[in-house]
């Protein structure tokens, strides 16, 4: 079963452009590489950023949780406001095809 990752947290006031690049270019490419990895949403607003990225199963998302994921908070730390909040989820239902198929 497909398994989702919400990452919730607020990025400084200014840097939504910065923060943007950086995770474009440095997060992106450490997610990609990550066995079971799928796909990844990231939202911006004024209120903070919502990430949510998908995996083949629970086990490549808690091995990533595990491995990968403390250096994608160490790369955007100089962006933070306080610690990120994580949520996981079991993928119900999806119009998503590449989840689907």
Same mark, same amino acid.
């Given at each position: 079963m497909r398994f989702a990752r919400n990452v919730q947290f607020q990025? /400084? &006031?200014?840097? #939504?452009?910065?923060? /943007? &690049?950086?995770? #474009?270019?440095?997060?992106v490419p450490m997610l990609k590489k990550e066995k079971g990895f799928l796909e990844e949403l990231t939202l911006v607003n004024n209120n903070g950023v919502l990430g949510i990225s998908i995996w083949d199963d629970r086990k490549s998302a808690e091995a990533y949780q595990s491995s990968t994921y403390p250096k994608?908070?160490?790369?955007?730390?100089?962006l933070l406001v306080g610690t990120p909040k994580l949520?996981?989820?079991?993928?119900?239902?999806?119009?998503l095809e590449f989840i689907t198929a």
């Open positions: 990025i /400084k &006031s200014g840097k #939504e452009q910065e923060f /943007k &690049s950086l995770f #474009e270019t440095k997060v994608v908070v160490e790369t955007l730390q100089p949520e996981t989820y079991e993928v119900g239902v999806t119009t």
